[in-house]
């Protein structure tokens, strides 16, 4: 049937096959070859469709705007610690600072993880969030639920708030105040368990 | 995992998670499976930040890891999934479908453990009651009770499913769901277990939440509170630690197959025939696992006792309706036997290649016209043809129609395919036929879909970094505004403040809007996930 091409394409250009079986006529015009890779920003002959807009698409639109604003404001944002180009300040001890590298600012469940990729929990500002991370609270003998007069425990809270875990230099002294507030019936004696396992889990790699 | 998909994955987990999970991820994308230690050292990333993104990846699902492959003392090995990190694309349908399925309270459910990854059950049930009552009318709170009923049918449905179990990985204790006792623990196990592969996998555990929704109020009303708190619950656990509930993506993507199916057939044929196709579909969810070439064969008689009440249409003419679905090119219904008044199946695999095939074919349409779609398929339809039978067949001229063809053909729509006659391939004496091939013209459909979203999110992350500052401005007159209204400003004031921001400036910042919400078009989603869908049941 096909195959009527005359001989291994003598002329024009040479290729390795037989372009009038292709379809190319014999000295016909052939649109100039390309020499230079295609623009980035080629003209359309064909303008797109327009978009489909309707109720739903707002509706999803809408849900993706507000996902993505609510992703930034979650925990698994990771923002890296930027180091302070200034002079070290006094107050830099009771204020806050941005996100330290070296914690990790929600409670996975590290049962989940490899151990190797375990980090000190940063505890969360004791702010009225709604946001419960829970931790596994072990139920510990020693936890007293006292009758707490409510300026203490709105005092505790103040000092709880200035306290940070910012450097390594500071634990022994949060350690002691996390203590101060065990007696006085706070929880989250998770928050010193992990301090110590991480302390000397530390100790270990210094060494 | 192409180039494209990968610089698709860094820009989705940087707009999510920050960039130094987007290096992290995109690094273990290129590189395949990788140890902490690598990780950190060709990415210079300090390690705290490294062991930070991993945690976060893995409680996204979107990493897995497993002891190293050199044996039990090399060190644990993560991998990341470029599908799963593409799947964020669909997060506002997956949402959208559970709100269409479970109103208000399904739609939380499913966005809060999108959101955090995994969650307990009892820690969702709090969050969404919280949320749900923070939106209500002053004095009313949300019952817990209500809210657990929608996670049950969530879960009975198998929208959501347990996090499958993790066997410690490294030393050699057994992996700490308490509710599987049946499952073994299998450290050294070849394959990640999936969530299927745990039998309770779909069990909702044995707690029970008692309590309202939390009002999120001012400061000083907090230590009551936090008294009232302690009362309640939180200062015992709620007996489900461990057991982690994810979304069901598959099962999603199977609700959304069934749904195109559904308007597939309603626009072919009528609402009638695709109500009977969705009773179908309805009737062999849960028979029809979900790489299934076709549902579970159906009679006729169990159809019409299926049919919805308002559908009331007589025993012939269903079997007419039947009929006519099976005779449809589109080859969505097939006839498999004749007992029970005739066995019918819906053809799963069939019809989203010819969905797939209907895409395709309008993609030619809108990018070159309607001549060469017409080549298009008359090339799709006829498999193989020479230059002179297309020329024939499509009755274009010749001209035209060999233009359109190498247009095609540089833009990889349609193949050459030599067929030679001779053992020795002398080009004289070989057949040169165009052709069509189904499946890589759809994957490279797919590739080019998730290169224009990412070319969207860039352009859309270029506008915003231009137009800060009008941003912002905006931002700050709006909550000027908003705290004038509360505090009872009068007109003047209002318009004063309004008045600041000038003519011009509204105008650029209205077009900017619209030109940053278009972005990330739905359009898209369509077509891509067809092509996802068709790739991935290795179409015909």
């Known amino acids: 049937m096909a195959g009527l091409g005359r001989g291994q394409g003598r002329g024009k250009g040479y290729m390795s096959f037989s372009i009038e079986a292709v379809g190319i006529g014999k000295g016909e015009n ?106 596994p609270v072990d139920p510990k003998p020693s936890k007293k639920t006292q009758v707490d007069k409510e ?46 396992v991480s302390i000397c889990s530390q100790c270990q790699m210094a060494s | 995992m192409t180039a494209q998909e990968v610089r698709l994955c860094g820009l989705l987990l940087q707009e999510h998670f920050g960039e130094v999970v987007e290096r992290i991820g995109t690094h273990l994308l290129r590189g395949g499976a990788q140890n902490l230690r690598t990780i950190a050292n060709e990415t210079n990333t300090p390690l705290d930040l490294v062991k930070k993104s991993l945690c976060v990846l893995v409680q996204h699902g979107a990493c897995e890891f497993r002891s190293g492959r050199r044996g039990p003392g090399s060190p644990v090995e993560y991998r990341a999934s470029c599908e799963r990190v593409l799947r964020v694309l669909r997060y506002p349908r997956y949402i959208y479908t559970a709100k269409t399925l479970y109103g208000d309270t399904g739609e939380l459910i499913v966005e809060e453990v999108l959101q955090r990854g995994h969650m307990t059950m009892s820690n969702t049930v709090k969050t969404v009651a919280d949320r749900l009552t923070h939106n209500m009318e002053e004095g009313r ?80 009303d907090s230590e009551e509170q936090r008294g009232g708190k302690k009362a309640k619950m939180d200062s015992e656990s709620c007996g489900d630690e461990g057991i982690y509930w994810q979304v069901n993506f598959e099962r999603f993507h199977q609700h959304f197959r069934d749904q195109a199916i559904i308007s597939a057939v ?50 012939p003419i269903l079997d007419q309706y039947l009929s006519l679905l099976v005779d449809d090119p589109m080859e969505f219904v097939g006839k498999s036997g004749d007992s029970g008044g005739g066995m019918y199946v819906v053809n799963l695999q069939r019809a989203l290649a010819n969905l797939a095939r209907a895409t395709l074919e ?51 729509l349609v193949q050459l ?54 941003l912002e401005k905006s931002q700050r007159i709006e909550a000027i505004l908003a705290s004038l209204q509360a505090s009872g400003a009068e007109p003047e004031q209002l318009t004063e403040v309004e008045e600041m921001i000038t003519a011009p400036e509204r105008q650029q910042l209205e077009a900017l809007r619209h030109h940053i919400n278009k972005k990330k078009n739905p359009e898209n989603h369509i077509v891509g996930f067809f092509m996802n869908l068709f790739v991935n049941y290795g179409g015909k």
């Open chain 1, 30 to 135: 052939l649109p100039p070859s390309i020499l230079q890779p295609t623009p980035l920003f080629p003209p359309m002959e064909h303008k797109p469709v327009p978009l489909v807009m309707g109720e739903e698409a707002e509706y999803m639109l809408a849900l993706k705007q507000e996902f993505r604003g609510n992703m930034k404001t979650l925990p698994f944002y990771v923002r890296p610690a930027v180091s302070k180009k200034d002079v070290e300040r006094y107050s830099d001890k009771y204020q806050n600072s941005e996100p330290s590298d070296n914690t990790i600012e929600w409670n996975p469940d590290w049962k989940r993880l490899p151990k190797e990729l375990r980090i000190r929990v940063k505890k969360p500002l004791k702010e009225n969030t709604s946001l419960s991370v829970e931790t």
């Open chain 1, 151 to 196: 300026e203490i425990i709105h005092k505790l809270e103040t000092l709880e708030k200035k306290e940070e875990e910012v450097t390594s230099d500071e634990e022994e002294g949060e350690k002691k105040k996390q203590e101060e507030e065990q007696q006085d019936g706070e929880e989250e004696y998770d928050e010193e368990e992990f301090e110590e």
């Open chain 2, 141 to 220: 709170s949300m019952e817990y009770s209500e809210v657990v009923s929608a996670f049950s049918k969530l879960v009975e449905t198998h929208f959501l499913q347990r996090c499958p179990p993790v066997a410690e990985v490294g030393t050699a204790a057994t992996s700490a769901t308490p509710a599987t006792p049946g499952t073994p623990a299998a450290p050294a196990s070849t394959a990640p277990p999936t969530a299927e592969s745990n039998p309770d996998c779909y069990k909702l555990p044995h707690v029970t939440l008692i309590g309202r929704g939390k009002r999120r109020r001012s400061s000083d």
């Open chain 2, 266 to 315: 309603a626009s072919k044929m009528d609402q009638t025939s695709s109500e009977i196709v969705r009773t179908m579909l309805r009737m062999s969810e849960v028979t029809t696992t979900q790489t299934a070439a076709y549902t579970q064969p159906l009679s006729a008689n169990e159809v019409f006792r299926s049919l919805p009440p308002n559908y009331s249409i007589s025993r």
């Open chain 2, 362 to 412: 309008s993609v030619v349409q809108e990018r070159f016209g309607s001549r060469s779609a017409r080549i298009f398929r008359l090339l799709l339809r006829k498999r193989h043809l020479e230059q002179k039978q297309v020329e024939d067949f499509a009755m274009i001229p010749a001209k035209e129609a060999k233009d359109m063809l190498y247009t095609l053909l540089s833009e990889n």
């Open chain 2, 417 to 470: 395919q030599e067929i030679p006659k001779t053992p020795d391939h002398a080009p004289s004496r070989t057949f040169y036929l165009y052709t069509v091939n189904q499946l890589p013209t759809a994957r490279l459909l797919l590739q080019h879909c998730y290169k224009t979203v990412a070319n969207l999110i860039e352009r859309r992350l270029f506008e915003t970094k231009e137009n800060k500052r009008l």
